[in-house]
């Protein structure tokens, strides 16, 4: 019967499909004002109109039937597309922004951060108006600080430690206080990742799955997981083909953003096909200062501390390995600190140290600074030869290490307090002469 010509009017519009999630399907029909076709039916005697009745109603559950095997067909596809849903989800999951255990500081005061864990403190100071000098004065000193953890779900972070406000009339016991809390939790700012506590590791799991470069305390590290392409490599390469299809589907080609997703996941896109990225064959070198005591003055300098640029003869060649798909300077960086491989007989990345980046035969040199690298365009590149380091610069290395961490720990916490008091001194004679009403002062401006 043509739709027009219908007795019967049809409503379907809360039908609905959200893939990987739910599928709705209601029709009802309800009969027109005038209904002229039950003519036909009403000379005919009511047990035959019932049997007639019967058959429709047969005919109908088949019908149903078939839409609930359809509805299965739908289950099981809906299931793919949530488990793709989901692994989508994982991949997609950003990097979590941090420090490098280095002490930074933003609109809020001081922080230093890594892949686990989190510290920021604030020192804010109160003024009176002092009517015998005319002009504001500092009174108390409130100080906040934080310790939180530091996953990539910054809205559901959990609160370690911390407290608000506290107040003081001096400021050398504000920043005395500071620098007791800032003690207290360094060993929490050695490693880059440190292994996860138990109870904080949920939020370092996306769908049940760890993320990659992470660790649980008490856990053997289940490195198909910490790779997102183990474990879940059926799954990520389903999902990197979706986007293949539709953007070829849509666009005939790739778009930037497809190509991008490709190479971070460890693929490449090549004659049509999607493939396990090849080893790029290039590689770094990494230079560390002989263990001289000659070399004291330069170990751990800034850069814009050196009198004059690093001279390679004054380094050892601890270390040359071929450059993996995504190496950067940050990843070398955060392996050399938190995952070290096991030939590696240097201490970990630090200042002063020197990386040296072959790619497609062109070398550049960068030294590790205090935040960041500085290129090095006069630092020649030297072939490999990891036996220029004799086994007792190994050993100072070794031995220097613990040195090095309490060196650039404790320094830059006795610097910090010292130009912090003499920031807060300057401060005050300039509130003298200016009449300012306010200041914040604290620890390493």
């Excluded at 001194?425 to 914040?440: L, V």
């Amino acid at each position: 019967m043509d739709d027009n010509q219908k007795f019967y009017s049809v409503y379907d519009y809360r039908n609905q499909i959200k893939p990987g999630d739910k599928m709705k399907l209601e029709i009802s029909i309800t009969p027109q004002q005038e209904v002229l076709e039950i003519s036909q039916f009403v000379p005919k005697p009511l047990k035959q109109l019932q049997a007639m009745r019967e058959e429709s109603v047969a005919a109908e559950h088949v019908i149903y039937d078939n839409l609930r095997e359809s509805a299965r067909a739908w289950e099981t596809q809906a299931a793919n597309t949530m488990l793709l849903d989901m692994a989508i989800e994982y991949v997609k999951t950003p990097k979590v922004q941090h420090t490098f255990n280095k002490w930074e500081k933003d609109d809020y005061g001081h922080t230093i951060s890594n892949m686990v864990y989190r510290m920021k403190y604030h020192i804010y100071t109160h003024t009176r108006y002092d009517k015998e000098m005319q002009q504001s004065v500092p009174c108390s000193f409130d100080v906040s600080w934080d310790l939180r953890t530091n996953s990539p779900d910054i809205r559901n972070n959990s609160t370690i430690a911390g407290q608000c406000r506290k107040r003081y009339a001096d400021i050398e016991d504000a920043e005395k206080y500071i620098n007791g809390r800032i003690k207290a939790y360094s060993h929490l700012f050695k490693e880059i990742s440190p292994p996860i506590p138990q109870e904080h590791a949920k939020r370092f799991k996306v769908n049940g799955q760890l993320l990659p470069g992470y660790s649980i305390e008490g856990e053997e590290p289940k490195t198909e997981l910490q790779n997102p392409m183990n474990g879940l490599e059926s799954e990520v390469k389903a999902t990197l083909q979706f986007f293949i299809d539709e953007d070829v589907k849509n666009n005939g080609t790739l778009k930037p953003g497809t190509l991008e997703m490709i190479a971070t996941q460890g693929f490449e896109y090549r004659d049509g096909k999607l493939e396990k990225a090849q080893t790029v064959k290039n590689t770094f070198t990494i230079y560390q200062l002989k263990g001289d005591n000659e070399m004291r003055h330069l170990r751990y300098e800034p850069f814009d501390r050196l009198v004059q640029d690093p001279d390679i003869e004054n380094y050892y060649l601890v270390y040359n390995a071929a450059l993996k798909h995504g190496d950067t300077l940050d990843k070398i960086y955060m392996d050399f600190n938190s995952n070290k491989p096991k030939d590696f007989d240097g201490h970990s990345l630090s200042v002063s140290d020197v990386i040296v980046m072959s790619r497609d035969g062109k070398h550049t040199a960068y030294y590790v600074d205090s935040f960041g690298f500085k290129e090095l365009p006069g630092f020649p590149a030297v072939h490999p030869d990891k036996s220029a380091a004799p086994d007792k610069t190994v050993q100072n290395h070794k031995l220097s290490k613990d040195k090095a961490v309490t060196i650039t720990g404790k320094l830059s916490i006795k610097d910090r307090i010292a130009e912090g008091k003499a920031k807060s001194a300057t401060q005050s004679s300039m509130c003298q002469k200016a009449g300012a009403k306010s200041r914040d002062a604290g620890l390493g401006d």
